[in-house]
């Protein structure tokens, strides 16, 4: 079946523009998760969504960092003016409801490369 | 606070030789551990991942890991790599019940052929 998915795979942007990054998780999967890789380092956790809610939004880095997900589907990260500090790849991952094989277990998508200039 | 430390950045081995990666956390209460593998121009995928009992946990690609609750460790172990074993390696620890998701910085692994 399809994975998940993410749009644009890049994205170069001048500093001060928002940018919006989308993530299609796999079909069925109640959690949904955003993290960002910087260069040489780990993944640096974000966000997660159970369902459309997202009861813990301690990893956004600042007010200008918001993501919403619709339908238990689709989620998008929007970062309003952005900054260079920014510029780093943005991973998306979603898992399967409790009860599975694979409960907890997240499947990544491609990430999307952000560049600020 | 949560935590993740592998505390190798970059690994090179010849093939069959044997590896070992170390990961230790700190998070408190019971939790769930992961091994993530990201080979080269691929998405991060599971190698393997210990939830309750038996803690050798074997994963693909004749991968294995040992939990030891005493050390806060999760070593991450195959005793003979091979070429496309290269790849960057991920620790990772979620509470039991959980969601939240703790990585360590990665492991670069290079086998030499």
């Known amino acids: 079946g399809a994975g998940v998915s993410q749009s644009p795979s890049n994205k170069v942007t001048e500093k001060g523009k928002d940018v919006e990054l989308r993530c299609d998780p796999i079909?069925?999967?109640?959690?949904l998760y955003w993290y960002r890789q910087s260069l040489g380092q780990g993944l640096e956790f974000l966000i997660y969504?159970?369902?459309?809610?997202?009861?813990?939004k301690s990893g956004l880095p600042s007010d200008r960092f918001s993501a919403e997900r619709t339908g238990g589907s689709v989620s998008t990260l929007t970062i309003q003016r952005t900054q260079q500090e920014d510029s780093a790849v943005y991973l998306c991952?979603?898992?399967?409801?409790?009860?599975?094989?694979?409960?907890?277990?997240?499947?990544f998508g491609p990430g999307t490369r952000l560049t600020v200039l | 606070a949560q935590s993740v430390s592998q505390h190798n950045h970059h690994v090179i081995l010849s093939e069959a030789a044997s590896l070992e990666l170390g990961c230790n956390y700190s998070y408190g209460g019971t939790v769930n551990l992961f091994w993530y593998v990201q080979y080269p121009g691929q998405h991060l995928q599971l190698l393997l991942k210990?939830?309750?009992?038996?803690?050798l946990v074997k994963g693909i690609k004749g991968f294995e890991a040992e939990f030891i609750k005493s050390k806060f460790s999760f070593n991450l172990r195959k005793p003979s790599v091979q070429w496309s074993d290269t790849a960057e390696y991920f620790c990772?620890?979620?509470?039991?019940?959980?969601?939240?998701?703790?990585f360590g910085a990665g492991t670069r692994l290079f086998v030499k052929a």
């Open positions: 991952a979603s898992s399967p409801p409790t009860g599975g094989s694979s409960y907890n277990e997240q499947f």
């Open positions: 079909s069925g999967h109640t959690a």
């Open positions: 210990y939830f309750s009992g038996d803690p």
């Open positions: 990772a620890v979620t509470n039991t019940g959980g969601f939240k998701t703790i």
């Open positions: 969504f159970q369902g459309n809610s997202a009861p813990d």
